[in-house]
C-alpha cells in the first residue's frame, strides 16, 4: 500500500503543525511549591515528590499531551530567588536564559504567597513570557485565605491559575493558559515591579548604556541586567566586563549605588530587596488579600524558621542545640547508669556466691557479666541521645540545620545535605551510610560515606566513659568526652577537604535543600524510634557482644593453668600472646597488650572494646588486695589502680581514646559503605585510612601529652 499524494499531503501536513505545536515550559519555583508533582501528574513521570528535605536535581524532562499541543515541562531545581549565590540559582537563570523555553510556568505556593512571590518579581524583571500557577491553593482554602487571583494576575501582568498538583484539579485551565500565551492569544501586558525612585533612577541610567549593546539584548533585558549589576552580581559583572563600554558601564553603576546607598542609608542589595517586598505586600494588599484563620498551620512553620535559620541567631542556637544534647546524654543518663551497674554487680556478687567453683563459673562471671555487664550500663546514655537524634529529624529542626550548616559545608567540598549524615553518625554509623542515599551528587555522597566513621558513633561511649572516668577527675569528664567529639569532626573536615581536593574529583550537580513544615513530634513517634534502636542495642549485647566476651573471657582462660593467679593467668594465655605479638604496633602509642586485645577485638563492634576490656580486668581482685585504694571504693578507682599497674598513664588514656575514636569503625560500617559505594575498593580503603590516620593522631597526642 502506498500513500496517495493527497494522503502524503496530510500526514506532512500533521508533521508540520505538530512541530509547530511543542512547546517548551520551564518549570520555575521555589523548593516545596508542587513542580515536580505537576511534571509527575502532567507527565505521567514518577520523580520523587518529598516533604522530607527532598531535591530536585538538575532538570528532568517530560511530556504532557493537550488538546492537540505536545507541552515539553522541564522541571528545575527550587530557588527563592534568582541570585548568583549558589548553584542552583545561577543553573535556574542559566537555563531561562540560554534554552529559552516557550513560556516560564512560575509555580507559587499560594499558601505562602509573600515569599513565593519574591521569585516572580525577579521572573517579572526578566520580561518573559509566563504564567503562574496559585498551587496549593486547597491550603489556602482550608485556611480560609482571601485571594483575589484575577486581580493579582492583573496588578502583576502574569497570568494566574489556581491549582492543587496534588490531584490534578485547575490544571487543564493552566495547560488552556499556557496555549493561549503560545498562541499569542492572550492580550500581552508588561509591568515593571517599581523599585522606588533612587533605585530606579540606577536602573534607567545603566538601562541607557546597556541598550544599544546587540549582546545584551540577545541574551537579557537590559532592565534585569541592569537590576543585576546594581545587585552586584557575579555573573552579571562578568558579562558586562566583556562588553565594549565595559568602563562606562562600572562607572555609572558605581554612581548609581553610591547614590542609592546614601539615600536609602542601606545597601543596595537589601535596599532592591526591600523594594521588592514592598511591591509584593502593596499588590496583596491592592487584591485585598488576607489570611484567613481557620488553620494556620503554616504560619507557624515560618514564624519559627523566622528564628531558627535566622542569618545571626541560627548557628548559635545549633550550638546550643548540640551541646544541650550532649549535657543531657551525659549527665541525665548518669543516674540510670548508676542503677543498672548496681543490678550487674548484683547478679555478678550473686553468681559468684551461689555457683559451684569451675571454668563455667568463671565465664558467666567474668566472661558474660564481665564483659555484656560493662556494655549494658550505658544503655541509658544511647536511648538519650538516640531520642535527641529523632527528635531532630521527626520535627523537621534536621532539615533546618543542614540548611544552616550548608555553607560551612561547602568550605568543606560538601553540601549541606550531607550534613544530616553526619549527625545521624553520632548514633550509628551503617544507617548514616545508608542516608547518605538522599545525597544525589555521587562525589559528595562519596566522600560524605568516607569520613563518617569520624563521627563518633554511640558504640564509642562505653569505651570513653570507661576510660575517662577512670583517669580524669569528675570536672573534666565532659569537656573531654566533648572535645572526643570535637577532634572526630576536625578529622573529618580536613580529610573531606583532602578526599575532595585529591582523590575524589568531579563536578557536582546543583541541588537544594528544601524546608519541611515543622511538626511538633508526638511523644509516641519519638518513643517509638528511641525504642527501634534500644532494641537493636539489646540485640547486639545478647548476640556479638556475648559471643566475643565469651570468646575473649576464653582465650584469656586456656591454656589454663591452676597455680597462676588471674592476671599471670592471662598473661600467659592465648590472649596475652595475641596481645603481645602486635606490642610492636602499639608501643609508640603507649598501649598494654590489654588495650591491644581490646582494639583488636573491637573490629567487630565498638562496644567489644568496653567489653574486652571489661573481661580482661574482671575477676582480677590482686591488685586491689595489696593496693591501698586512694579515692574511696569507687570501681574506677580501682580499675585505675589496676590500669596504672599495667603500665596505663594519663597519656596513654588520652592517646588510646583518640586511637579508638579514628581507627576501622566496625565490620557492619565497612560492609555498609561496600554496598552504597557498590565498590569492595572504597571500603578497603576506609579501613585502612581510617586506621592509619588514627595512629598517626594518636602517636602524636601521646607524644605531645607527655611532654606537657
Ligand atoms: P517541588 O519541590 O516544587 O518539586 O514540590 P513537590 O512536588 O515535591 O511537592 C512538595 C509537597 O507538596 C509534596 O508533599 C506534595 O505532595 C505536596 N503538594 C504538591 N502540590 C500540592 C497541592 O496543590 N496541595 C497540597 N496540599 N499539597 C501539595
Ligand atoms: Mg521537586
Redesign the pocket.
Known amino acids: 500500500y502506498t500513500a496517495t499524494y493527497d494522503e502524503q499531503e496530510d500526514i506532512m501536513q500533521r508533521a508540520a503543525t505538530k512541530r509547530q505545536r511543542h512547546i517548551n515550559v520551564a518549570l520555575v519555583?521555589?523548593?516545596?511549591?508542587?513542580?515536580?508533582?505537576?511534571?509527575?501528574y502532567a507527565s505521567g513521570a514518577n520523580e520523587?515528590?518529598?516533604?522530607y528535605s527532598?531535591v530536585?536535581v538538575s532538570a528532568k524532562e517530560g511530556i504532557a499531551e493537550f488538546e492537540g499541543y505536545e507541552i515539553h515541562l522541564v522541571?528545575l531545581p527550587?530557588t527563592y530567588s534568582l541570585s548568583a549565590y549558589s548553584p542552583e540559582e545561577l543553573y535556574v537563570r542559566k537555563q531561562i536564559i540560554e534554552k529559552t523555553p516557550d513560556v516560564v510556568l512560575n509555580?507559587v505556593d499560594a499558601s505562602n504567597l509573600e515569599r513565593n512571590l519574591y521569585l516572580t518579581t525577579q521572573l517579572i524583571d526578566m520580561h518573559l513570557r509566563m504564567v503562574c500557577a496559585l498551587?496549593?491553593?486547597?491550603?489556602t482554602e482550608r485556611r480560609g485565605d482571601n485571594i483575589d487571583h484575577e486581580k493579582l494576575g492583573k496588578l502583576l501582568a502574569v497570568p494566574m491559575v489556581p491549582?492543587?498538583?496534588?490531584?490534578g484539579r485547575g490544571v487543564t485551565a493552566l495547560f488552556r493558559t499556557i496555549v493561549e500565551i503560545y498562541e499569542g492569544r492572550l492580550k500581552e501586558g508588561h509591568i515593571h515591579v517599581n523599585h522606588g525612585q533612587y533605585i530606579e533612577q540606577g536602573i534607567d541610567s545603566l538601562r541607557d548604556v546597556l541598550r544599544n549593546n546587540d549582546d545584551v539584548r540577545r541574551r537579557y533585558t537590559p532592565r534585569f541586567l541592569a537590576i543585576k549589576l546594581l545587585e552586584h552580581d557575579s555573573n552579571a559583572d562578568d558579562f558586562a566586563r566583556k562588553l565594549p563600554n565595559a568602563d562606562d558601564i562600572f562607572s555609572i553603576r558605581d554612581n548609581a549605588v553610591k547614590t542609592i546607598e546614601r539615600e536609602l542609608r542601606t545597601d543596595v542589595e537589601t535596599a532592591i530587596m526591600d523594594a521588592k517586598y514592598g511591591f509584593i505586600n502593596g499588590a496583596l494588599q491592592e487584591a485585598e488579600f488576607g489570611i484567613g484563620k481557620d488553620e494556620d498551620t503554616y504560619k507557624i512553620t515560618h514564624l519559627i524558621d523566622h528564628v531558627i535559620t535566622h542569618r545571626y541567631i541560627g548557628f548559635p542556637l545549633f550550638i546550643l542545640i548540640i551541646y544541650l544534647m550532649f549535657y543531657v546524654t551525659f549527665s541525665l543518663g548518669q543516674y540510670p547508669m548508676e542503677w543498672i551497674e548496681s543490678a550487674v554487680s548484683w547478679i555478678g556478687g550473686m553468681t559468684s556466691a551461689y555457683m559451684a567453683e569451675g571454668p563455667l563459673k568463671d565465664m558467666i562471671t567474668d566472661g558474660v557479666i564481665g564483659g555484656v555487664g560493662a556494655v549494658i550500663v550505658f544503655l541509658p546514655q544511647i536511648l538519650i541521645l538516640y531520642a535527641f537524634i529523632s527528635f531532630m529529624e521527626d520535627s523537621g529542626y534536621m532539615a533546618r540545620a543542614a540548611f544552616i550548616m550548608d555553607k560551612i559545608m561547602h568550605k568543606m567540598g560538601l553540601h549541606g545535605k550531607s550534613f544530616i549524615p553526619l549527625i545521624m553518625g553520632f548514633g550509628c554509623n551503617v544507617p548514616a551510610v545508608m542516608a547518605t542515599r538522599t545525597i544525589e551528587s555521587r562525589r559528595s555522597r562519596l566522600i560524605t560515606m568516607l569520613i563518617l566513621p569520624f563521627m563518633s558513633c554511640s558504640a564509642r561511649l562505653p569505651i570513653y566513659i570507661m576510660i575517662v572516668g577512670t583517669f580524669f577527675a569528675t570536672q573534666y569528664q565532659t569537656p573531654i568526652m566533648l572535645l572526643l567529639y570535637i577532634i572526630g569532626i576536625i578529622v573529618a573536615t580536613l580529610m573531606s577537604r583532602i578526599l575532595a581536593a585529591f582523590l575524589i574529583k568531579g563536578d557536582d550537580i546543583p541541588f537544594v535543600m528544601?524546608l519541611p513544615p515543622y511538626r511538633f513530634p508526638t511523644l509516641k513517634a519519638i518513643a517509638r524510634h528511641t525504642w527501634e534502636k534500644g532494641k537493636q542495642y539489646l540485640k547486639k549485647m545478647g548476640g556479638i557482644i556475648l559471643v566475643a566476651s565469651i570468646i575473649v573471657w576464653a582465650l584469656g582462660y586456656f591454656p589454663h593453668n591452676d597455680r597462676l593467679n588471674a592476671q599471670q593467668q592471662k598473661e600467659a594465655s592465648y590472649i596475652g600472646m595475641i596481645g603481645k605479638t602486635v606490642q610492636p604496633v602499639f608501643e609508640p602509642l603507649g598501649f598494654n597488650w590489654k588495650m591491644n586485645v581490646g582494639i583488636i577485638a573491637g573490629i567487630g563492634a565498638k562496644e567489644i572494646v568496653a567489653s574486652t576490656i571489661g573481661v580482661l580486668y574482671s575477676g582480677d581482685d590482686s591488685f586491689a588486695d595489696d593496693e591501698k585504694v586512694v579515692e574511696g571504693d569507687s570501681k574506677y578507682s580501682m580499675l585505675r589502680n589496676k590500669m596504672e599497674q599495667d603500665g596505663m598513664t594519663q597519656s596513654s588514656a588520652i592517646s588510646f581514646l583518640i586511637f579508638v575514636l579514628l581507627y576501622f569503625p566496625c565490620v557492619a560500617t565497612i560492609a555498609a559503605i561496600k554496598n552504597e559505594a557498590d565498590s569492595w575498593g572504597w571500603a578497603a580503603f576506609t579501613a585502612v585510612y581510617t586506621t592509619t590516620v588514627a595512629w598517626i593522631i594518636a602517636f602524636a597526642a601521646y607524644n605531645i601529652a607527655r611532654l606537657v
Open positions: 519555583g521555589n523548593p516545596n511549591c508542587g513542580k515536580t508533582s505537576l511534571f509527575n520523587r515528590v518529598g516533604n527532598g530536585t522541571d527550587g509555580v498551587n496549593m491553593y486547597d491550603e491549582t492543587v498538583f496534588k490531584t528544601e
